[in-house]
């Protein structure tokens, strides 16, 4: 069984200026949680536009890359969320660079690959990026081809090796704790 998920108006609205011209139509008809369908949201977004100052520090400038949270933006738990299918779907279609952030350390890019793909939303695994890659990036900065002992999963394991690190318990050079099933407090 397949739900639906709403996505709230001002979500909606950055993926249509950021995706959309003005004389396209909506990615989808559906309605926001105010009532106010797609369209009409477009045409706020646009009269908006039109009256903007360009004193803003960005101005017009068109969204040359798009960054977009997973959970509770994509999708909620395993479920697709409301348009973000046709979202990252168009954002492929426009060639416009963009990454899937999550905070969630457990699972690798290719595993987020694929609970993507089951909820279907098609996302590259060059293209998601996750805390336990930040967290390997910046050790790796910090002291190239140290030690850390690991308290997570796969996901931050598998990062941590991927740059060399060796994973042990004595002696380290971090101490790193992430995501697990495996502790409780």
Known sequence: MSRSFPVD???RMAWEAALIPAASPPITTTRSPTGQTLAHLKALR???MAT???DHPLGDAPVECWLTDMDGVLVHESQALEGGADFVRRLAELERPFLVLTN?????????????????????EEAIWTSALATATFLDNQHPGGSAHVVGEAGLTTALHEIGYVLTAVKPDYVVL????TYSF
């Open 9 to 11: 108006a001002a979500t």
């Open 46 to 48: 646009l009269a908006a």
């Open 52 to 54: 903007a100052t360009t």
């Open 104 to 124: 969630n350390s457990i699972y690798t890019p290719r595993d987020l690959k694929v609970r993507l793909l089951e909820s279907g939303i098609d996302v590259p």
């Open 178 to 181: 992430g995501e697990t099933r």
